[in-house]
């Protein structure tokens, strides 16, 4: 199996991004391809990278900058993995109802609605240690409707065959939601396994975020 992992950041470097940093261990089992100071909508550069890179390899993980893989088996879980899945993620739920506040988790009602599954580790905050805490939303490996999208392996047979893509009409919020749904309704299977990655961020900052309250609304608008 030819496995190939994409992140882009911001950074002028990225040997400064967390993804590189875990990365290049592993390098003799994957190629990675990246791009710094990235100013294209997430959802426009994956499927660039899709539509050249599809062809030589059987999954593509598109992976946020700002995640650490700490786990050396990753590309023998998602083999086995994508025997199952067309599409596998870290952290995802199922049954989600549109609405707002439009985050994949409250869509699905939340920490104690019992449709969230996977798990990913995060910082504590605290610099001192560089102690983690593991996020368990659920139970894993597990089909899932909708994916996070810090961490997305696309098996590239279901981009060449089934006519899916990311949706560009989300640069960012959204994107992997709305990628997700239409991914059901191109007749997709979408699943959470375990493997171990420690996401650095903290996070939306803020509902009220314009950027993201602009693309909420045209989310909820298309798909409720």
Not at 48 to 58: Q, T
Request: aromatic share 12%; net charge neutral; glycine share 6%.
């Amino acid at each position: 199996m030819k496995t190939a992992f994409y992140t882009c950041t911001r950074k002028k470097e990225i040997a400064d991004t967390f993804a590189f940093k875990s990365l290049r261990r592993l390098s003799d089992k994957i190629e990675l391809f990246y791009d710094c100071d990235n100013t294209k909508g997430l959802s426009e550069r994956y499927n660039e990278i899709l539509k050249e890179h599809s062809k030589s390899f059987d999954n593509i993980v598109f992976l946020h900058d700002d995640v650490y893989v700490d786990d050396l088996y990753v590309v023998e879980k998602l083999e086995k993995a994508h025997t199952v899945f067309d599409i596998v993620g870290l952290a995802g739920g199922i049954n989600p109802k549109i609405s707002k506040p439009a985050l994949w988790h409250l869509m699905c009602g939340g920490f104690g609605g019992g449709n969230l599954r996977g798990a990913v580790a995060h910082p504590t905050g605290n610099k001192a240690n560089d102690q983690i805490f593991m996020t368990s939303f659920g139970p894993t490996p597990s089909r899932v409707t909708i994916l996070d999208g810090l961490f997305l392996s696309v098996s590239t047979k279901c981009y060449l065959e089934q006519n899916w893509k990311f949706n560009e009409n989300y640069k960012f919020h959204h994107y992997d939601i709305a990628s997700s749904i239409d991914a059901n309704k191109a007749k997709l299977k979408l699943g959470v396994v375990p493997i171990w990655c420690i996401h650095s961020s903290p996070g939306l900052m803020s509902l009220e975020d314009k950027m993201f309250t602009d693309s909420q609304q045209k989310f909820v608008e298309e798909y409720s």
